[in-house]
């Protein structure tokens, strides 16, 4: 079964500066997706990226942007110009050819005005 | 478009009684996700539906947890007794067919509290 690992519980950031969250997993399938979701106080789950195995190069949506190494099975998001909008919990999460999701424990996200 | 529409976004009930989240996908949409969400175990997935066909059960807890989509604009989760360990947020997500299947839209949760 494939697992996903986000090591970091909490992570806090000053306003305009630039945080990595990290994310690794495990799987043998080579074909699946990978994203990274925000959650808001108000639990709403919302996408901010999303990377497909297959392509090698990283994703990028306006301030945020991954880092994918397929052979090490890591993969980070990197949110630049930091925003107090931005504070949240994110979560990754895998997604097989299959069509079943997993997802990691989350990162708490804390913006320093 | 609305996105996708849970109810109740909270529930309370006691320990026993049955209990129907409801789901409305968004429009287009032919997969369908349950999830539960708690602070021990996250965010699990419960059953995924494809074209209103059950694809994958294996995550829903024991016999007292059931899912149904009888169309492809309406999905419900019940659970039948409840238990105070079912307490936990549960999402409904939905996606698209074809090359964007991945990418799931999440509704806003049903918040259920069980006494």
């Known amino acids: 079964a494939q697992t996903v690992t986000q090591s970091q519980p909490e992570m806090s950031v000053q306003e305009a500066e630039t945080v990595t969250l990290s994310c690794t997993y495990d799987?043998?399938?080579?074909?699946?997706?990978l994203f990274w979701y925000k959650q808001p106080p108000s639990r709403q789950m919302i996408l901010v990226i999303r990377q497909e195995a297959y392509k090698q190069q990283n994703a990028t949506e306006n301030r945020f942007s991954v880092n994918f190494q397929k052979a090490a099975k890591s993969f980070s998001l990197k949110i630049s110009d930091s925003q107090l909008g931005d504070a949240a919990m994110y979560f990754c999460a895998y997604r097989s050819a299959r069509g079943d999701m997993r997802f990691g424990a989350g990162t708490r996200l804390t913006v320093k005005p | 478009d609305a996105g996708v529409i849970q109810s109740p976004r909270h529930e309370v009930t006691e320990m026993g009684q049955e209990v129907t989240l409801r789901c409305k996908p968004i429009?287009?949409?032919?997969?369908l996700f349950w999830y539960r969400q708690t602070m021990m175990r996250g965010l699990e997935l419960l059953i995924y539906?494809?074209?209103?066909?059950?694809?994958?059960d294996s995550g829903m807890p024991e016999d007292r947890f059931s899912a149904k989509m009888p169309n492809a604009s309406f999905s419900t989760l019940k659970i039948q007794p409840s238990e105070p360990r079912d307490s936990a947020v549960y999402f409904c997500?939905?996606?698209?067919?074809?090359?964007?299947?991945?990418?799931?839209?999440f509704g806003p949760g049903t918040r259920l509290t069980v006494l």
């Open positions: 997500a939905s996606s698209l067919p074809g090359p964007m299947q991945d990418t799931q839209y």
């Open positions: 429009s287009g949409h032919n997969s």
């Open positions: 799987t043998s399938e080579s074909d699946y997706y």
């Open positions: 539906f494809n074209n209103n066909v059950p694809i994958d």
